[in-house]
């Protein structure tokens, strides 16, 4: 069983639609809670960054973690095309460098 | 902006070839990173290095091995490429430790798409 599962999508939505994302994980020693996009041909970039158990919102990005489910979500308000990528979410122990990543759910908004 | 540059978008080899993907930062970072990445399995870690010269096994090292001399350079290679080495090849930096939160954070390259015929 892997550490932290991902659903691979692909998952599509209407444009201003919201998109919800979802991991789980396992290890209860993770601690630092992140999302990454990845567009096609590209290297991941980060996008949200969370340690404590509760919403982070950047503009139309909220990030959740419910650690004592061990349960972290993304969501997107009005999704636009341009929001269609490849969404990663990765995870680290408190101390180290070393991340964790989910497969990734690839994500299509349509116009 | 950090930078992180790889040697190679696309590469095709030859089963038992010789193979070195290089991954150049402009951001004086400590850490570095080698995943590859592959349908359904997300980005898995090959090897790391904390500082020049050091270097740490990553979850899957078999058939793989590193090389850091300077701080900004970190080097993959693959000694006698096989088929199953065939995927996308992604490096990583890190700042390093003390960090702020949200700073704390891997950057990425492009990434180097090999195939092994």
């Known amino acids: 069983q892997k550490e932290v599962e991902q659903d691979p999508g692909p998952l599509s939505v209407p444009e201003g639609a919201i998109v919800s994302l979802n991991c789980t994980y396992s290890?209860?020693?993770?601690?630092?809670f992140m999302w990454y996009r990845q567009y096609s041909r590209k290297g991941p970039e980060l996008l949200m960054y969370?340690?404590?158990?509760g919403n982070k919102e950047d503009g139309r990005f909220t990030a959740q973690v419910d650690k004592s489910s061990k349960y972290i979500s993304l969501f997107i308000r009005d999704s636009q095309p341009s929001d269609s990528a490849t969404y990663l979410c990765?995870?680290?122990?408190?101390?180290?460098?070393?991340?964790?990543f989910g497969g990734g759910t690839r994500v299509l908004v349509k116009p | 902006d950090v930078k992180v540059t790889q040697s190679s978008r696309y590469l095709v080899k030859r089963t038992g070839e010789k193979v070195f993907l290089e991954c150049v930062q402009d951001?004086?970072?400590?850490?570095m990173f080698w995943y590859r990445q592959d349908p359904g399995l997300g980005l898995r870690l090959i090897y790391f290095?904390?500082?020049?010269?050091?270097?740490e096994k990553g979850d899957i090292p078999e058939g793989y091995s590193v090389s850091r001399e300077k701080k900004e350079r970190f080097s993959l290679i693959l000694e006698s490429a096989s088929t199953n080495q065939t995927s996308m090849y992604l490096c990583?930096?890190?700042?390093?430790?003390?960090?702020?939160?949200?700073?704390?954070?891997?950057?990425f390259g492009p990434g180097t798409r090999l195939t092994v015929l």
């Open positions: 290890n209860s020693a993770f601690q630092y």
């Open positions: 990765a995870m680290r122990r408190a101390a180290g460098n070393k991340l964790t």
């Open positions: 290095s904390y500082d020049v010269k050091m270097k």
């Open positions: 951001m004086d970072h400590e850490n």
């Open positions: 969370t340690y404590s158990s």
């Open positions: 990583a930096t890190h700042p390093g430790t003390g960090l702020e939160e949200g700073t704390d954070t891997q950057y």
